[in-house]
């Protein structure tokens, strides 16, 4: 483990950097080893820095991975695929990926997505309820929603709209 890892000078330099960045706002590992390269850090001094990092408590993956779950479908509206994919995208563990997305609201899970699809069928301009349909159903799969939930969903607003 790089907690018992000897740090040069300049190598602290960068750790200082690190740990600031790390303090600003919730970070994950790989997105930390990244901004190491970008500002010149060797391979090999990237994976004693985030090793230290995760020790001092600087980085914890899974309290990133819940926020980043409660921030996407709070501030983007992203469902869980597309949350998990993004997660993915930055080398995060499967079964932390799961576990927080388990930990996602279901009543806020289910009142966005109900607050989504209201707010684009008030834009989709077309007569014909089929292409409607269609095309929220794409608008919603593009935020990371299941069929079944964009199908449970559609189900739930057509019984609530005369027109249809």
Same mark, same amino acid.
């Given at each position: %483990?790089?907690?018992? *890892?000897?740090? @040069?000078?300049?190598?602290?330099? *960068?750790?200082?950097?690190?740990?600031?960045?790390?303090?600003? $706002?919730?970070?994950?590992?790989?997105?930390?080893?990244?901004?190491l390269?970008?500002?010149?850090?060797?391979?090999?001094? @990237?994976?004693?820095?985030?090793?230290?990092?995760?020790? /001092?408590?600087?980085? +914890?993956?899974?309290?990133?991975?819940?926020?980043?779950c /409660?921030?996407?479908?709070?501030?983007? =509206?992203?469902?869980?695929?597309?949350?998990?994919?993004?997660?993915?995208?930055?080398?995060?563990?499967?079964?932390l990926?799961?576990?927080?997305?388990?930990h #996602? +609201?279901?009543? &806020?899970?289910?009142? @966005? &997505?109900?607050q989504?699809?209201?707010?684009? %069928?008030?834009? #989709?301009? /077309?007569? /014909?309820?089929? =292409?409607?349909? $269609?095309?929220? %159903? $794409?608008?919603?799969?593009?935020?990371?929603?299941?069929?079944?939930?964009?199908?449970?969903?559609?189900?739930?607003?057509?019984?609530?709209?005369?027109?249809?």
């Amino acid at each position: %483990m790089s907690e018992s *890892y000897n740090f @040069t000078e300049s190598e602290r330099a *960068y750790l200082s950097r690190a740990e600031q960045y790390c303090a600003t $706002s919730e970070q994950c590992c790989s997105t930390v080893r990244d901004k190491l390269v970008t500002w010149g850090a060797s391979r090999e001094l @990237t994976g004693h820095i985030v090793d230290r990092l995760v020790a /001092d408590g600087f980085i +914890d993956e899974e309290r990133y991975c819940r926020l980043y779950c /409660d921030s996407k479908l709070r501030l983007q =509206k992203w469902g869980r695929v597309k949350i998990a994919y993004q997660l993915r995208g930055k080398q995060i563990n499967n079964k932390l990926i799961e576990s927080s997305i388990q930990h #996602i +609201d279901p009543e &806020l899970y289910n009142s @966005t &997505l109900r607050q989504l699809a209201e707010n684009k %069928m008030k834009t #989709i301009n /077309d007569s /014909d309820p089929h =292409k409607r349909q $269609s095309k929220l %159903m $794409s608008f919603l799969a593009s935020h990371g929603f299941t069929p079944t939930e964009i199908h449970n969903i559609i189900t739930e607003l057509n019984s609530n709209d005369p027109t249809e």
